[in-house]
């Protein structure tokens, strides 16, 4: 069994998993950021959230460069004459610049107080900011002999987890105003709702597919890995805040904060389950 697949260590290292959970939150931010222009509610957190998005954006970007043995080479990334286009992490990197620039010209806006330009700005960066969880789902999901990865489901599952965490930091940056809190509950309600759905899914067809997939599953749901996808990821971190924000303490701001944290933490750890547990079945072998 596994005996098709080529690796034999883990070349995606935890890392990664941080830079997925920062730059998850990061475009949720900027999600919430654009949507205060029309849902007035929102107002409160539209530069905490912006400002907050550029500083992580600037976090993942350092993670980036110093995962390269040689960091001066991301200047590459600045020169098209360097960029292999028919690769996912070109335009992954195309994505990140062109955020970062949009980021920064929408934050000058929002100081200059334009507010023409900075409805505009505030869509151009959303739009942007949607490709960041689906360029890292896509760069998981071209790997074809990993198992649980390689699922069109992924990128949608990265852009659930970036609205959930991005919604969670939101829920606190909003605690002094009820009606903020009260519209970014249903945002954390429902997000997380669709991490659970799609994380049913990926447990059936992973547990019923091939040997693989079936030993893959054992992985994630065993040991120390299953401690914390399952534990952590999915039992504390999707489902108890699923059902405290139906509860009636989860509509007061103590059970928001409770829940937004525990939302953080699911989230972190279903991206460092996700990317770590299908490589280490390939050590084993």
Sequence with gaps: MGDYVVFHDVSWHASYAVYFFVVGICAGLSFFSFLSWHKPSLRPVREKS?????ALLAVAGLLLISDLSQPLRF???????YLNFTSPLAWGSLNIVTFGLASAAYLFMLRKGDEKWGRTL??????????????????????QSRPVWNT???????????VASGSAVASLLAMGNEAARNMLRLYLLWS????????VSILGTTNYGGSAEELTFIVLTTRT?????IGLGIV???????????APFGRRQAGLMFAALLVLVGSAALRYALLMGPQYVQTLY
């Design 75 to 81: 200047l590459n990334v600045l020169n098209p004459a």
């Design 122 to 143: 505030a869509w151009v960066t959303a739009l942007l900011a949607l490709g960041l969880p689906i360029y890292t789902g896509y760069d998981l999901t071209a790997h």
């Design 236 to 246: 504390a971190g999707t489902a108890a805040p699923i059902a405290m924000l139906l």
């Design 225 to 229: 890995m299953g401690a914390i996808f």
């Design 50 to 54: 912006a400002y907050l998005s550029f």
């Design 152 to 162: 069109p489901v992924i990128p949608v599952l990265f852009v659930a987890l970036a």
């Design 192 to 199: 997380t709702a669709a991490v659970a759905v799609i994380l």
